[in-house]
């Protein structure tokens, strides 16, 4: 951890503490806590190393610097400090370290039941902290007893919300500061490569959230029925809306701006008294879009797998799945007079090249030929790599005739390799056999298969068809 990475999450911690404050609608008092989503995000990228700048920051904050200096210096301070500090500092550590082992160690389980076991240690976190923190208040002062019953949930449902909302923003910015780069994060930016970064249609969305936001304030100062402030739910939309369509780093910041402009309006629309529905309101907004990004990174994993399934890595050729599909429907919607035709081809001696110059001198062989083969095909026909050494062209609107012709040509144009310093001259058997109606494409395949073994026990370098 550079010492940077150290001055910039204590410079951190002591800003967002500070803003809290500013947004705070009553002494101490805040729809959100900051800090908490500082000190867990920072604990998740930076490890236990995080321990030292986060306790100083606490300490600095809890031990007030000015009022010593004013009054005298107090012993009792000092342990307070320490003590608010170490209440703080040891559950968001511990549950900093947790989400970190869990995201990392846990990459077989799907995304979604990730970010759920993250859900569950934040909760787990914040109401530890406040827990810890309250009694720590109540043991260092003689005019709070009792504020632990009183004070738990709201002071949890806050540092949860901050947890919630200034962790991913955290995790966008500290990385820059971390030695290590951190695999399990990219998945959650990892669709962001498919999307650009125009600003215009986010701020639109963004404005739509913010006015949503505003006008619910204003309708619940303006109304008295405590169930208006209810509609502060229907915000979730927009946010959705973005998370779903932007980038992360732009859903993390519609979620920070959303959770500003409420924590601001509470106060400023006087509707306090519905703060808690209002805390808890962006705790489901912010816990729907920690499972609305998800969405776009498993249809960025399906893309990626669907890819896989329709191309073949070594030689960049459909595979058979793909073939199958596409030739059944050229099949399918022929005319009944149509002939349509598959030439199966194997590669001779290939398993000699494997042995003699070792696999990777094969590779190039398959990838080489199949690619000169490829070149030569008409724009209807189609080539796709079978087995290992195993090809198939579908040859449409050929009888049988025409496509032994065809497949001819094609074996005349297997190359004369120059690999390093090999000269491999490639040669192919081939099998051809002719689509009938009714016929599936695996049972052309098998007859083509027939022809193809008969080509090689008649010696190979040639074609043979089958009716």
């Excluded at 776009?296 to 799945?321: F, G, H, V, Y």
């Excluded at 598959?342 to 080489?368: C, M, P, S, W």
């Amino acid at each position: 951890m550079k010492t940077s990475a150290y001055v910039l999450l204590f410079l951190f911690w002591i800003g967002t503490f500070y803003a809290a404050n500013i947004m705070a609608f009553a002494e101490f008092i805040s729809l959100w806590y900051m800090p908490a989503g500082v000190s867990i995000a920072g604990f998740l990228i930076f490890g236990k190393r995080a321990f030292i700048p986060i306790f100083l920051a606490v300490f600095f904050v809890s031990f007030r610097f000015a009022e010593q200096f004013e009054q005298g210096f107090d012993p009792a301070h000092l342990a307070s400090a320490t003590l608010f500090a170490l209440a703080h500092t040891v559950p968001y550590g511990l549950g900093g370290l947790l989400a970190r082992h869990w995201l990392s160690h846990f990459a077989q389980h799907g995304l979604p039941q990730r970010i759920i076991g993250l859900l569950v240690i934040y909760a787990l976190a914040a109401l530890l902290a406040a827990l810890s923190g309250l009694m720590v208040w109540e043991f260092t002062t003689e005019t709070n007893s009792g504020i632990l019953e009183e004070g738990w949930f709201a002071w949890w449902l806050g540092d949860l919300v901050g947890v919630m909302v200034i962790a991913p923003l955290m995790c966008l910015i500290l990385p820059r500061f971390s030695r290590k780069r951190l695999p399990w994060l990219d998945e959650f930016y990892a669709h962001d490569r498919r999307l650009r970064a125009d600003l215009k249609p986010f701020l639109l969305k963004l404005i739509v959230a913010v006015s949503a936001v505003i006008g619910i304030l204003i309708l619940d100062s303006k109304i008295t029925h405590p169930g208006v402030a209810y509609f502060v739910f229907f915000v979730s939309i927009p946010q959705l809306w973005i998370v779903l369509t932007e980038r992360t780093s732009y859903a993390t910041a519609s979620l920070v701006t959303i959770t500003v402009f409420m924590a601001f309006g509470v106060g400023v629309f006087d509707v306090t008294d519905q703060s808690i529905t209002y805390q808890f309101a962006l705790y489901i907004t912010a816990a729907i879009s920690y499972f609305a990004v998800s969405i776009p990174a498993l249809m960025q994993r399906n893309n990626q797998l669907a890819e896989l399934s329709m191309l073949d890595l070594l030689t960049d050729l459909p595979t058979k799945w793909l073939f199958k599909s596409l030739v059944t429907q050229v099949v399918k919607s022929s005319r009944p007079n149509q002939n349509h035709c598959i030439a199966l081809y194997n590669l001779d001696n290939f398993k000699k090249i494997n042995d003699e110059y070792g696999q990777t001198t094969g590779d190039e062989v398959l990838r080489q030929s199949s690619q000169i083969i490829k070149n030569e095909l008409r724009d209807s026909e189609l080539l796709c790599r079978c087995e290992q050494d195993t090809f198939v062209v579908f040859l449409p609107n050929l009888d049988i005739e025409e496509a032994t012709k065809r497949a001819n040509e094609l074996r005349h144009k297997l190359p004369v390799l120059h690999i390093d310093d090999l000269i491999l001259p490639i040669r192919g058997s081939f099998g051809v056999a002719q689509v009938q109606f009714g016929e599936s494409i695996d049972k052309t395949v098998e007859r083509a298969t027939r022809a193809l073994q008969q080509a090689k026990l008649e010696g190979r370098n040639k074609v043979v068809a089958i009716s």
